[in-house]
């Protein structure tokens, strides 16, 4: 059984940066996708970025393109979200997810089989 599980939120100024990540564990993670959504209370989950575990091919969300950057350390079974330049809006819930590659589609959040808790990031002055 997969299981998949979030670090490295907390509180943060604007345009400061956090590293999230995501350790999993339970799997071969062959043919495996993972992503990044986020999630307010009361609101549907937002597609942040995705990857394909092995070959690393990498999709973001045009509105935080250029400042989320996700990567994955495949020998670590961990994946990464480096954000930059955070914003008051980046504010709530980040979850990890994953899938097999044949049947994730990036943003659809539907499509992933095995969610973390989450990880909460906040950003105030």
């Known amino acids: 059984q997969v299981q998949l599980v979030e670090s490295g939120g907390g509180l943060v100024q604007p345009g400061d940066s956090l590293r999230l990540s995501c350790a999993a564990s339970?799997?071969?993670?062959?043919?495996?996708?993972t992503g990044w959504f986020r999630q307010a209370p009361g609101k549907e989950r937002e597609f942040v970025a995705s990857?394909?575990?092995?070959?690393?091919?990498?999709w973001h969300a045009e509105s935080m393109k250029g400042r989320f950057t996700i990567s994955r350390d495949s020998a670590k079974n961990t994946m990464f979200l480096q954000m930059n330049s955070l914003k008051p809006e980046d504010t709530t819930v980040y979850y990890c997810?994953?899938?097999?590659?044949?049947?994730?589609?990036?943003?659809?959040?539907?499509?992933?089989?095995?969610w973390g808790q989450g990880t909460q990031v906040t950003v105030s002055s």
């Open positions: 990857i394909v575990w092995n070959g690393g091919n990498t």
């Open positions: 339970g799997g071969t993670f062959n043919n495996y996708k």
């Open positions: 997810a994953g899938g097999p590659a044949w049947k994730v589609i990036s943003n659809d959040a539907r499509t992933y089989d095995d």
